[in-house]
């Protein structure tokens, strides 16, 4: 069965891409372009995988992190963070993720980072 794999970007460019790059490495993808979406999706399936960027339209991808670690349920699951603010030590405070990337970034090195907490 498919890692499923959770990506919260509201730009739709972004959002397109990363769907795309992760179908092509074979994970199912449900992409949100919000918070209520992403959390409509978390009554459907808990996913292997989430990748959040921090500014969103109706919250943030702190907060959803903050919420999904405290989460008996939800917090063995690996958080990707991502921002286009070069203020990533500053996120790395108030969230305990696995990972950070900062926007733009290298399409093999996102990957390769996907990879190391979903093999496939």
Known sequence: MKKC??????NPNIREIIEFL?????????ACRNTSDFWKQMQQNIPDMVILDIMLPDGNGIDI??????NAKTHNIPVMMM???NHLNAVKSKCTAEDFINKPFDLNDFARRVERYVPN
């Open 22 to 30: 992760l179908t092509e490495e074979l994970y199912d993808v449900k």
């Open 5 to 10: 794999i959770y990506v919260v970007e509201d």
């Open 65 to 70: 992190c903050t919420q999904l670690k405290q």
């Open 83 to 85: 921002s286009a603010n």
